[in-house]
């Protein structure tokens, strides 16, 4: 199967760092997706891993192991504005998505 | 500039009506797909289509159909035999493989009363 799994909810603090893990059981994706998704919209792209490691990208990072068949997304100096959703997706010929996490960044 | 636009963004129908919706990319992807989301929940995937012509079933294809006649259009039928259309439609698209990403349309925002 392709299950991905997240946490449903995560609640942090504006300023703080936040880690919002994915693992999957499959060994057919050839990378991991990280998007986000406000409500009532489309997501937009955040990261994409195809190699092990960690990308960065300004205040968002993301980590994949594939041997562990585990991400995570890693958000710092929370904003306000980072409230929404976190959605992880491996990628095959398609994206199959995890459930998402939706994230509450309190003040 | 170059993107994926679906419209309606909002869309009212009554129980037992078919309704298409549209899907336009202007991006020269092969590749394009549907998908649905529930409220809190993920995407779930209803076709796919890697190359004109040519689709494939995804997870929940039951009481959707899909044609892709054209590279740029890939429309979305939601049928009567869709037992819970009501739902946010989510329309992409990708270059072969996805290597390069996805990109998103809007949504539709499809109501069935």
């Known amino acids: 199967g392709q299950n991905i799994d997240q946490p449903t909810e995560m609640t942090a603090t504006e300023g703080a760092i936040v880690q919002i893990n994915c693992t999957y059981q499959?060994?057919?994706?050839?990378?991991l997706f990280w998007y986000q998704q406000h409500a009532g919209e489309a997501p937009t792209f955040l990261s994409y891993?195809?190699?092990?490691g960690l990308e960065e990208k300004g205040r968002f990072s993301s980590f994949l192991s594939r041997s562990k068949g585990y991400s995570y997304l890693l958000l710092k100096e929370l904003q306000m504005k980072d409230s929404a959703s976190y959605l992880c997706?491996?990628?095959?010929?398609?994206?199959?998505f995890g459930t998402g996490t939706l994230l509450a960044v309190q003040p | 500039d170059g993107g994926i636009t679906q419209s309606p963004k909002y869309l009212f129908r009554k129980e037992g009506q078919n309704v298409t919706l549209s899907c336009e990319q202007n991006?020269?992807?092969?590749?394009m797909y549907w998908y649905r989301q529930d409220p809190g929940q993920g995407l779930r995937l209803i076709y796919y289509?890697?190359?004109?012509?040519?689709?494939q079933k995804g997870d929940i294809a039951e009481g959707y159909s899909v044609s892709r006649e054209k590279k740029e259009s890939f429309p979305l039928t939601v049928t009567s035999a869709q037992k819970n259309p009501t739902a946010f439609y989510l329309c992409?698209?990708?270059?072969?493989?996805?290597?390069?990403?996805?990109?998103f349309g809007s949504g539709t925002r499809l109501t069935v009363v």
């Open positions: 992409a698209s990708s270059t072969t493989g996805g290597v390069y990403g996805y990109t």
């Open positions: 499959t060994s057919g994706f050839n990378g």
């Open positions: 891993n195809v190699l092990d």
């Open positions: 997706a491996g990628a095959t010929n398609k994206l199959i």
């Open positions: 991006l020269n992807h092969d590749a």
């Open positions: 289509s890697q190359i004109v012509n040519d689709f």
